[in-house]
């Protein structure tokens, strides 16, 4: 996951909005910056040597995450493009830009903005990396594309999650690296092409692609919506126009768009992203 507090997540809409220099202005002391700027969720390994939350209650995160991730994901990628949605405090955008890549970063907190541009100022790498204010509903209307869209620990902190991987595919040219909290269990069932009226007891059964609907709370935090299982999240991504492509570990998952969707489903995902855009 990659939030800790309610409304963390870059899951409500608004405007984009640049981050300026002025918005993170350090002071000369490492540490008093590390303090002004906490509570902070991810723990970043600061040139210095110190760390940003070396206490973490799940270890040392999210480097262990990326570990995981790193393997599948090119080491040159100098003349590409990455969109970080929910960025946080910027790991994965530091982590990618030093790959060369050039990243729009994005989260709706202006707090973990303020840490990733002190973050960003600290490894010297401002001249690869955009932050915005922003949220993945904002490119509904929006032209821009990314060759990589990384989409770890927001799905399900989403109301409209199917509507975000179908905007995602708009956006994404090349890999979509996504992580969300799911339910336990691997198991796919068989899916016919078409559930009977009348008998639809398949549904229940194990492995029936399914996603928990969380009205109220998990873990304390009222923005975990969705707990989706392994069957669904691959069933979804197929859905938005995606194909899987790997698993690099739990809860992660790695696509391509599939330049060749069901028609119906393609046609209807641009129907519903024309209304939301205005377009007649």
Known sequence: MNHARPFDSAHAAGPARAISAQDAHASPDTS???????PWFHNLHLPDGRQTAPDHVLGDFPTSKWQQIAPFIPTDLRGLTVLDIGCN?????FELARRGARVTAIDIDPHYLQ????????FGLEDRI??????????ARSREQFDIVWFLGVLYHLRHPLLALDILRTV?????????????GEGVAPVPNSVDLLDRSALTQPGWPSMAFIERELAHDP???WAPNHACIEAMLRSAGFRVTARPGHEIYLAQPDPAPANVTASLRELELAAIRGAS
Do not use: H
Not at 89 to 93: D, M, N, Q, S
Not at 172 to 181: E, I
């Open 32 to 38: 008093d910056d590390i303090a002004r700027l906490a």
């Open 223 to 225: 923005t975990n919506w």
């Open 172 to 184: 994404t040219t090349r890999q979509l690296v996504l992580q969300t909290l799911s339910m336990p």
């Open 130 to 139: 955009e932050l915005r204010l922003a949220s993945v509903y904002s490119f």
């Open 115 to 122: 840490q990733a541009k002190w973050a960003a100022s600290r």
């Open 89 to 93: 405090a910027g790991f994965y955008t």
